[in-house]
């Protein structure tokens, strides 16, 4: 079924492969007439397979609009104006006649309360429902083949028997000897309540019926209320003395009768549930199948509620059993065969309808049976709902069919085989708008449920047409019989015969002699019985012709029956070699085939092996795969990290090799830069006056061994090389940074340093040292003797190549100031130099270690920095 403006349904998996062929459940709708001409409608017919059902005004408004138009297909829509005829031959004739082959059947009513179930089923008076249409058809259909009474038995285990003829009439004595009531005759006064509803003019049959089986109908009629199921045919006598309840605390169903016992299912040994204890009453026409169905009729419970009149307070189940068992050879008798009988049956199901019980307004035992009548029917919904679920997306759930007594009964529909048909009877007013859209959903899942389509009964193998020639061959030596005079049908016509000779006898006159003279008495006599004796005679020779007749004709059928006999015999024993030779190609056929299922098997094993031989090394193949993929990624990280520790180590030496040449290159210039010193003052003392006293001690001995000085800071890396400058001040035209810093103290000495053209800082800077070419630093520290001791180290600036300013220390000045009452011997270090050499030394280290350049750097706020050339500077990427 197909619903318009719905969500849409996931989309729906392969079913598995299945042999047996299934049908879907036939789901077809009939809308109720309104009650009234001016009642609001909901639902509304498109076509002849779909209905509309749409929300009433009210609940438009109070839904904002939430319900919209809705469209429901179904096998076949039914309207208002839809006769129960037509109904009839859509829906419930296929069902009789697959009971007629031998086949089972659904037949169920779904709907609301109120909305015509029981009327569809049952009827009204001059209008029949299905249940007597059926029944009608069915006996239309097997009149003239019935059994008689007795012939089939039904045992208590859902089974049946057959009987012979003599058996049958036992029964049929035994029966009629007891005192209970009789069941009702065909004969008898059809009672005139429902006699409208089974006088059906249609006439309706099935066409093609196995003329030569013999057909037996039996009726059973339960009801389930309350969850129990009980027995409406049952005959339950009144009791005055026990109460209206009983020890099930179920209200008796009527105030004649006491409610009997509860009954139980069965499963039998073909897996068909069945009642046990069930009355099944064997009928042989549809008068009296519908009596004992009326009968049952009056026991159903009924009630009046607030939606209907009389609304069924339980679900009633009609069931028809057809046995039927195939004729001898001869077309007289039944076959004695147990396994040649066929048992079909068709349940017709009158659901209640499910109800609001805040809309019924029920109250105590009508609020209770509303329970339990919601409580099955959900229960059926959800066995449909895993039904359709498990045959759609290949689960195994299970059904819970034994949840409810109604699910549990049919359970062999939904698991076996049969045919299913559900008819939707619904109340187009707009009061049940939202259970009739609760109907209308599950009528759309109930679609989709397939059922195993049931197969056809076997053969049994005898001549077909055997019932007609057995009565042609009858009729035919009756008529024969009949043109020679002979005996035409037993006794009877033995009788007819003997009577019309005696009527042909001339009649005996009056024996009474009155007079002696009397001679006309005796002679009349005489003749009279002289025309008896030759009729008599005449008789006497043409019975003795007509014996003579019958016996010839006795021979002459003797010897057509002797040659047919041969005839047969001929054919037969062509048969029975023909039959013989195919048995032996069965046989072999047979064996092949075993040969072929060995090799199969073998084959199936073998490749059972080899399987699990693929398994496994595709196990061994993905785990090895999965190993080498880590190890493969194990294998990269290490590269990674290797190539990022060697090109860290790279880096690192490349670096400390740098800084290694640029501090060489530096030592090696200060070296080339002491030696070009030395050799300039050597020149300078060398270039001297002789008068003149010398400037500074002569260094001789510095070239007899080498200068033992500290080790020097490594320049920058680059440093422009260092201007040898000499060492007294020139200082006129020159400007001056004089850096003072804050933390010094004023000596209060009479002489003071004095520098012309000096810009005065605090702090170096790169401004103050761009204006000027000269730099000297105020340096205060404490010497050994407690004295302050003042040093003016100067030095040059210059530009460069980053664009900020540099100084190179040139010299340095020291100022000392001593206590003439304070002043100590200072012990001599421990030089092994002579003191002329030991100053020299000692300037030489001086000058040395003020070879040290202070470098700006362009931008720069933090002013001039130390910075050791030993270790350079690294340059920011």
Not at 71 to 92: P, W
Not at 606 to 620: G, H, S, W
Not at 647 to 674: F, Y
Request: proline share 6%; with cysteine.
């Amino acid at each position: 079924m197909k619903a318009a403006a719905k969500t849409p349904r996931r989309p729906v998996p392969k079913k598995p492969s299945n042999t047996s062929l299934k049908d879907p459940v036939g789901v077809y709708c009939r809308v109720r007439p309104l009650g009234r001409p001016d009642q609001e409608c909901c639902i509304e017919v498109i076509s002849e397979t779909t209905v509309q059902i749409h929300p009433p005004d009210g609940y438009r408004v109070f839904r904002n609009g939430e319900y919209r138009e809705t469209q429901y297909s179904f096998k076949e829509v039914f309207g208002t104006l839809v006769v129960q005829k037509k109904l009839f031959d859509v829906v419930a004739k296929p069902l009789v006649e697959d009971l007629i082959h031998g086949k089972n059947g659904l037949l169920f009513t779904y709907g609301v309360t109120g909305s015509g179930k029981t009327h569809t089923m049952t009827g009204s008076p001059g209008d029949g429902g299905l249940l007597p249409r059926c029944l009608d058809m069915i006996f239309n259909s097997i009149g003239p083949f019935q059994a008689k009474r007795f012939v089939f038995k039904l045992d208590d285990k859902n089974g049946v028997d057959v009987q012979c003829e003599v058996d049958a009439l036992l029964e049929r004595q035994k029966r009629d000897a007891m005192p209970v009531p009789k069941t009702p005759s065909g004969k008898r006064q059809i009672d005139p309540e429902f006699a409208d509803m089974i006088n059906v003019q249609d006439h309706c049959k099935v066409e093609e019926v196995d003329e030569d089986n013999v057909y037996s109908v039996f009726v059973s009629y339960i009801e389930i209320y309350n969850n129990y199921i009980y027995d409406l045919l049952e005959e339950a006598p009144f009791d005055p003395i026990k109460p209206k309840w009983n020890n099930c605390n179920t209200p008796v169903r009527n105030g004649d009768f006491i409610p009997p016992q509860s009954k139980t299912l069965r499963e039998d040994q073909n897996h068909n549930m069945y009642v046990t204890g069930c009355t099944e009453v064997e009928v042989k026409s549809t008068e009296e199948a519908f009596e004992v169905f009326w009968r049952g009729q009056k026991k159903r419970r009924i009630a009046n509620t607030q939606l209907n009149r009389e609304s069924s307070r339980s679900h009633s189940v009609f069931i028809i059993k057809l046995a039927q068992a195939p004729l001898d050879a001869d077309g007289d008798n039944v076959l004695q065969e147990k396994e040649q009988i066929t048992l079909s049956q068709l349940s017709l199901v009158d659901l209640a309808g499910s109800e609001r019980t805040n809309r019924t307004k029920a109250e105590g035992n009508r609020l209770r049976e509303a329970g339990n009548i919601n409580q099955s029917l959900m229960t059926l919904r959800t066995c449909i709902e895993v039904l359709r679920e498990n045959q759609m997306y290949g689960t195994n759930k299970m059904v819970p069919y034994r949840d409810s007594k109604l699910t549990h009964l049919f359970k062999n529909y939904f698991d076996g085989e049969g045919k299913v048909r559900m008819i939707v009877c619904v109340n187009p007013k707009a009061e049940d708008y939202e259970e009739s859209l609760q109907v209308m959903r599950f009528a759309e899942m109930t679609q989709e449920v397939e059922v195993a389509r049931p197969v056809d009964k076997p053969l049994c193998g005898l001549t077909p047409g055997r019932r007609f020639r057995n009565q042609a061959f009858r009729e035919e030596l009756s008529r024969k019989l009949e043109i020679r005079g002979g005996p035409i049908n037993g006794e009877t016509e033995e009788q007819s015969v003997s009577e019309m000779l005696l009527q042909s006898f001339p009649p005996l006159p009056s024996c009474e002699l009155l007079d002696v003279n009397d001679d006309q008495t005796l002679p009349k006599l005489i003749e009279v019985l002289e025309k008896r004796h030759k009729l008599r005679q005449m008789l006497s020779e043409e019975f003795a012709k007509n014996v003579l007749a019958f016996k010839t004709m006795l021979q002459e059928f003797d010897s057509s029956v002797v040659s047919k006999e041969n005839y047969i015999q001929g054919k037969l024993s062509e048969k029975e070699k023909i039959i013989a030779g195919q048995k032996m190609e069965l046989e072999r056929l047979e064996k092949k085939t075993k040969t072929l299922e060995y090799k199969i098997e073998i084959l199936e094993k073998t490749a059972t092996i080899y399987e699990e031989d693929k398994r496994n090394l595709q196990q061994e193949l993905e785990s090895k795969s999965q190993k080498l993929q880590r190890q493969a990624s194990d294998k990269r990280r290490l590269e990674a990290r290797l190539q990022g520790m060697v090109a860290e180590t790279t880096m690192k030496w490349e670096k400390e090799c740098e800084r290694r040449v640029a501090a060489k290159q530096l030592e090696m210039q200060n070296k080339l830069w002491v030696k070009d010193e030395k050799l300039k003052q050597l020149k300078a003392i060398v270039t001297e006056p002789k008068n003149e006293k010398p400037e500074r001690p002569s260094r001789e001995r510095d070239r007899e061994k080498p200068v033992q000085r500290s080790v020097s800071p490594s320049p920058v890396p680059n440093a422009p090389p260092v201007r040898l400058r000499h060492r007294r001040s020139r200082s006129a035209g020159e400007r001056w940074v004089d850096h003072k810093p804050p933390s010094n103290l004023p000596t209060e000495t009479v002489m003071q340093p004095h520098v012309p053209h000096a810009i005065t800082v605090a702090a170096a800077s790169e401004k103050a040292l761009a204006k000027c070419d000269k730099y000297m630093l105020t340096h205060q520290e404490l010497a050994s003797d407690g004295e302050i001791e003042t040093k003016l180290i100067k030095g040059d600036v210059f530009k460069t190549r980053g664009g900020g300013q540099a100084v190179q220390f040139t010299e340095i000045e020291t100022l000392k100031q001593e206590s003439p009452t304070g002043r100590k011997r200072r012990s001599s270090p421990s030089n092994p130099y002579p003191p002329e050499e030991a100053a020299d030394s000692e300037w030489t280290d001086v000058e040395t270690r003020c070879s040290v350049a202070v470098e700006m750097r362009a931008g720069s706020t933090l002013g001039p920095g130390y910075q050791h050339h030993a270790q350079p500077k690294r340059r920011k990427p």
